[in-house]
């Protein structure tokens, strides 16, 4: 993920979706609230890496 992918801004964006998606399976606000924030940013950093593509065609959409 480069630098540009985690400005602040994005950041923000990216707990937004992470929580909405977390209530929306059932989670409880209380207990996402409660959550370590290291395990919540390990998610988003694992929810919005860049995906890896096995050839460059297939990473350029061909």
Do not use: C, W
Request: aromatic share 8%.
């Amino acid at each position: 993920m480069n630098d540009e992918d985690f400005t602040p801004e994005k950041q923000k964006e990216y707990l937004d979706k992470l929580i909405l998606s977390l209530i929306d399976e059932g989670k409880d606000i209380n207990e996402i609230l409660d959550m370590p924030y290291h395990f919540v940013l390990e998610i988003l950093h694992e929810r919005n890496k860049p995906k890896k593509e096995k050839s460059l065609i297939a990473a350029f959409g061909g």
